[in-house]
């Protein structure tokens, strides 16, 4: 993003007032050295998918935070 990247807009979102600052972000990067996980949860997101993406993983996730529980198939 040419304005601010993942972590700022992250720790914007989570100053913000009301419910929009509870919305779930899940970090979706390439970044899987030491440590990067970790940058995204103190930055305020609520999960991590590393590249290359999996369908299962991101089904699994977009169900967690939807609400649901995950079907196995």
């Known amino acids: 993003m040419p304005e601010m990247d993942g972590y700022e807009a992250t720790r ?7 419910e929009v600052a509870k919305i779930p972000i899940v970090a979706m990067t390439a ?3 030491a440590g990067d996980k970790e940058k995204c949860f103190a930055a305020g997101m609520d999960d991590f ?6 369908f299962a993983q991101v089904y ?5 935070y939807a609400g ?6």
């Open 12 to 18: 914007c979102i989570r100053e913000m007032d009301g």
């Open 31 to 33: 970044n899987v050295m």
């Open 49 to 54: 998918i590393a590249k290359p993406i999996k």
């Open 60 to 64: 699994d996730i977009l169900l967690k």
């Open 68 to 73: 649901h529980k995950a079907e196995k198939t």
